[in-house]
């Protein structure tokens, strides 16, 4: 059962451009994470957000944002995506910081 | 250096055959996580084991904290078991998990 929903599935751009990345949780969790999948299959942790707070930033290029409205929802945003920013980035959650990570679908990026 | 390592990288078993997956780290944790992850699919939590063992039907997990490792226990292997299986480790914090690069199963009939 889906509870961790990531739109789009798939986001084809090129060199320069904008993209932005949706993620939902219902599961009432208080933290949530965007982690990155490179062609090699590593995941890394890129942010947190605890309560709509940032509570992990680690070392990402600046065009990287994330994006809080509520404890429910973490966006991220890419200004001027580069080709190396090609990658599956994926969202999840915990109900608090050392709880069960619940991960969604993820979205896959292909820069031309 | 990468504070968490898995082996074997990738493994082949016929089916019903036992295997075991061992996760190894660096650094002090605050807890184990394994994952399972079918090709094009989404991660799925399999464990959140911060010592000792676990058991969820066909799969064992076993961390020892004091030697730093993890393993991971698939007992009669089928196809459906195939798939990348991925250890991460909390940090003290608590706030972030840090993967290995998993390893890659495939069950054959």
């Known amino acids: 059962e889906t509870a961790v929903f990531q739109t789009p599935n798939y986001h084809v751009t090129q060199v320069g451009n904008e993209v932005s990345f949706n993620c939902k949780q219902t599961?009432?969790?208080?933290?949530m994470y965007w982690y990155k999948q490179d062609s090699k299959k590593l995941l890394k942790i890129m942010f947190s957000?605890?309560?709509?707070?940032?509570?992990v930033n680690e070392t990402v290029p600046r065009r990287f944002s994330p994006q809080s409205s509520d404890k429910a929802h973490l966006n991220l945003r890419i200004k001027s995506v580069e080709p190396e920013d090609s990658a599956v980035y994926l969202c999840?959650?915990?109900?608090?910081?050392?709880?069960?990570?619940?991960f969604g679908p993820g979205t896959r990026l292909l820069v031309l | 250096g990468q504070q968490v390592q898995q082996s074997p990288t990738s493994l082949v078993l016929q089916e019903g055959e036992n295997a075991e997956l061992q996760c190894n780290f660096s650094?002090?944790?605050?807890?184990m996580q394994w994952f399972y992850q079918r090709p094009g699919g989404s991660l799925i939590s399999v464990f959140y084991n911060p010592s000792g063992t676990k058991q969820s039907g066909r799969l064992t997990s076993t961390t020892v904290i004091k030697e730093r490792r993890s393993s991971l226990h698939i007992s009669s292997s089928q196809i459906t078991d195939s798939g990348t299986y991925l250890c991460?480790?909390?940090?003290?914090?608590?706030?972030?998990?840090?993967f290995g690069i998993g390893t890659r199963v495939l069950v054959r009939p």
């Open positions: 599961l009432g969790h208080d933290t």
């Open positions: 999840a959650s915990s109900l608090d910081r050392k709880d069960t990570q619940y």
């Open positions: 650094t002090s944790l605050n807890s």
């Open positions: 991460a480790l909390t940090n003290s914090a608590g706030n972030k998990l840090t």
């Open positions: 957000y605890n309560n709509k707070q940032l509570i």
